[in-house]
C-alpha cells in the first residue's frame, strides 16, 4: 500500500452563486459532502461555508482524480437535495472550482480558516486566493 499525504483546500460555488444553501439547508448539503468524501476513501477535516459556496478542507487518496473526485462529490450533493427536498428550488452547483494543495504543516491554518468562513465574510477578513474559482475569468466568491 502506497505512502501518501495530499492535502487540498477545495472552494465551489452555487449555481450562478445563488443564496441556496440556507441555515436550514447547510447541514444537511456538509453531511453529503463529508459522506460521499469518506466513501471514496477521503479524510475529511472542514466543510463549511457560506449561503453561495462551500469550502472544503480533504486529504484525497492518489487512487481518485481530484476532478473526478469534486464531480462525484458535487454530484451525489444536488441530486440527494433535489430528490429529497421537492419543495425546494432546483438546487445546482456552478461547473468551476478552486483547488490549492498544502503540507501538513499548514493543516491546521486551512481548517481555520474554513470553519470561521462567516466571521471572515462578515469581517472582510478572507484570503482572496482561498476564495477563487476560476482562473480564466478571474471570478471570485469572495463577496466584495
Do not use: C
Not at 447541514?27 to 476513501?41: C, D
Not at 441530486?79 to 427536498?85: A, D, F, G, H, R
Amino acid at each position: 500500500m502506497p505512502y501518501w499525504q495530499l492535502f487540498y483546500h477545495i472552494a465551489w460555488s452555487t449555481k450562478n452563486r445563488e443564496p441556496l444553501l440556507t441555515p436550514d439547508l447547510e447541514p444537511l448539503v456538509y453531511e453529503l459532502i463529508h459522506s460521499k468524501a469518506i466513501g471514496l476513501g477521503a479524510t475529511v477535516f472542514a466543510v463549511n461555508g457560506m449561503a453561495d459556496h462551500v469550502h472544503l478542507i480533504t486529504s484525497i487518496p492518489p487512487k481518485i482524480a481530484v476532478a473526478t473526485f469534486i464531480g462525484q462529490v458535487k454530484g451525489i450533493t444536488s441530486t440527494k437535495v433535489n430528490k429529497s427536498l421537492s419543495d425546494f428550488p432546483s438546487f445546482a452547483w456552478q461547473e468551476e472550482y478552486g483547488i490549492f494543495s498544502f503540507d501538513k504543516k499548514r493543516l491546521p491554518n486551512h481548517i481555520t480558516y474554513v470553519d470561521r468562513q462567516k466571521a471572515h465574510h462578515s469581517q472582510g477578513t478572507i484570503i482572496p486566493l482561498l476564495e477563487r474559482i476560476d482562473e480564466n475569468k478571474r471570478t471570485s466568491i469572495a463577496r466584495r
